[in-house]
């Protein structure tokens, strides 16, 4: 894997840059075409050194680091495009998709299933076949409109699966036995979960690990890394709370619970989100110029 364009042109290595640039780019791309991208490449670097010089002026002394994280957070442009990615990635795990996928035996093992291995297998072919379809589709669609279409998808899988639960009654203490349950509630149990994971898998699954997109060339390794941290401590949160949930709320609230996680979700992105689909990434950064302004 190359150096990218941007941290070449970052190192005076032009020449390197549009060698990658032409690869990544296709034998579609002619020479001028090249040149068009690689100046764009080159003012937005022109542009990020005078504003660490300029910031350089002004907090002489401040170690390098400080000033990063300086830049990240006092810059409008920043902050908006550090919110989006903390908000897709902390969203990404915080919907409940993840407890579905360490717990997901023990899901079906409650509900009844003689092969609660067969049923959570299915599940990750599920996930695995609309990844592949979702790498098709996410650049057809836009990456917020696929979000868009996507969660409220999600939640109607969350919804049905809560409905599933409601007709089982069951008990979630660990010495309980399966229930031998109505076969139909296990069914739609299976089928709301598949659902739910295939939209997942269209969306958010894909959608916030393009991330470095929103920010500028200046803190894109910083927000990127602290919008992934999020994301981990997210994932931690949801592995932790999972079972107590599914204990204390039951199985029916729960599901209710991340549901309503969703829907919350689907509001902010709606809210503060612009579509990236089609733009370079100085154009996508240029979205966020204003800050919270539009």
């Not at 990844?131 to 279409?149: E, M, N, P, Q």
């Amino acid at each position: 894997m190359p150096e990218t364009p941007r941290w070449l042109v970052n190192a005076d290595r032009t020449e390197a840059a549009r060698k990658v640039i032409t690869q990544t780019q296709g034998t579609a791309v002619d020479g001028d075409e090249v040149d068009a991208i690689l100046k764009r490449i080159e003012n937005e670097a022109s542009d990020e050194q005078q504003m660490r010089r300029r910031r350089g002026n002004l907090e002489s002394g401040t170690p390098k680091w400080l000033g990063a994280w300086g830049a990240l957070l006092k810059e409008g442009k920043n902050r908006r495009a550090l919110a989006i990615a903390c908000l897709l990635q902390g969203l990404q795990q915080l919907c409940g998709f993840n407890s579905l996928m360490y717990f997901s035996a023990t899901i079906f093992t409650m509900v009844g299933f003689k092969s609660p291995t067969l049923a959570s297998l299915t599940v990750a072919v599920t996930n695995f076949i609309f990844t592949g379809i979702a790498l098709v589709l996410i650049d057809r669609i836009g990456r917020r409109r696929i979000l868009l279409y996507s969660i409220p998808v999600m939640v109607c899988g969350l919804l049905l699966a809560s409905l599933g639960f409601s007709f089982l009654g069951l008990d979630t203490k660990p010495d309980t036995p399966p229930v031998a349950g109505s076969i139909s509630a296990a069914s739609l149990i299976l089928f709301s979960i598949m659902l739910y994971v295939a939209s997942y898998a269209l969306g958010l699954g894909n959608v916030p690990w393009m991330q470095s997109e929103l920010f500028h060339m200046a803190v894109r390794s910083l927000g990127s890394g602290v919008a992934t941290a999020t994301n981990w401590s997210a994932n931690f949160v949801i592995g932790l709370t999972f079972l107590p949930l599914m204990d204390v709320l039951t199985p029916v609230w729960t599901f209710a619970l991340y549901a309503s996680v969703c829907l919350v979700g689907e509001v902010l992105i709606w809210r503060v989100y612009p579509e990236t689909a089609g733009l370079s990434l100085e154009q996508a950064t240029a979205l966020l110029e204003h800050g919270w302004g539009d």
